[in-house]
């Protein structure tokens, strides 16, 4: 059951109206979190905006959402946690690359180093010791890529939070935080750098 409501785009207005169709055309439909934020436009607008402009980062998409599921699976966030397992499929990441970036972990040395670092902020409320900083400097982190993972935790954080608060429907095919596959039997790490390259328009048709 919400706790918050969950607006209805066809009666939406004003600056609610502009961003739903905003999410409309990013998404080819808008999502339950998405309705629910429309609740405060300026959170709605804010975080929009927060999260195309870490689209215009270092990150790619596909490590945004290895960083959104290692989020999410700390914070046992379920709408989240399926949301971006869908959105992931859709934009390459495979079943066993979503099931490792729940663990906060990749073959690639430096994406493992990401969500490694990203798990411990949000484990560690932010705190993350010396020997975390280390461990990501040892696999070619630099400053920028720190600042950078721990925006990409924080906004992930908000719309985990949030939808701990409103008891969001799922609307996404649902996975539930816990249930996880095994890890392969065997995995190595491969040094390379730091996933850049083409940003994805996300087309989710709607098939939940």
């Known amino acids: 059951m919400n706790h918050l409501d969950?607006?209805?785009?066809?009666?939406?207005?004003g600056k609610t109206k502009r961003l739903f169709d905003a999410a409309q055309n990013k998404y080819g439909a808008v999502p339950n979190l998405i309705r629910v934020l429309g609740n405060a436009p300026a959170a709605l607008a804010a975080y929009i905006n927060f999260s195309d402009a870490l689209a215009t980062g270092s990150f790619n998409a596909k490590l945004r959402e290895q960083i959104a599921l290692a989020v999410?699976?700390?914070?046992?966030?379920?709408?989240c946690l399926s949301s971006h397992t869908f959105i992931g499929s859709k934009i390459g990441l495979t079943e066993d690359?979503?099931?490792?970036a729940r663990h906060a972990h990749a073959t690639v040395e430096k994406t493992d180093a990401i969500l490694k670092l990203a798990r411990a902020v949000v484990v560690q409320r932010g705190e993350v010791r010396a020997s975390d900083l280390k461990q990501a400097r040892t696999a070619g982190l630099t400053d920028g890529h720190i600042?950078?993972?721990?925006?990409n935790v924080v906004l992930n954080i908000f719309t985990n939070y949030v939808s701990h608060v409103a008891r969001t429907v799922v609307d996404f095919p649902e996975v539930k935080p816990g249930?996880?596959?095994?890890l392969p039997l065997t995995s190595t790490h491969h040094r390379d750098e730091c996933p850049e390259g083409t940003r994805h328009s996300i087309r989710n048709p709607k098939t939940y």
Do not use: F, M, R, W
């Open 179 to 182: 249930h996880l596959a095994k």
């Open 6 to 13: 969950q607006l209805d785009p066809a009666q939406a207005t």
């Open 147 to 151: 600042v950078e993972t721990i925006a």
């Open 72 to 79: 999410a699976e700390s914070n046992v966030c379920g709408y």
């Open 97 to 100: 690359e979503i099931a490792e």
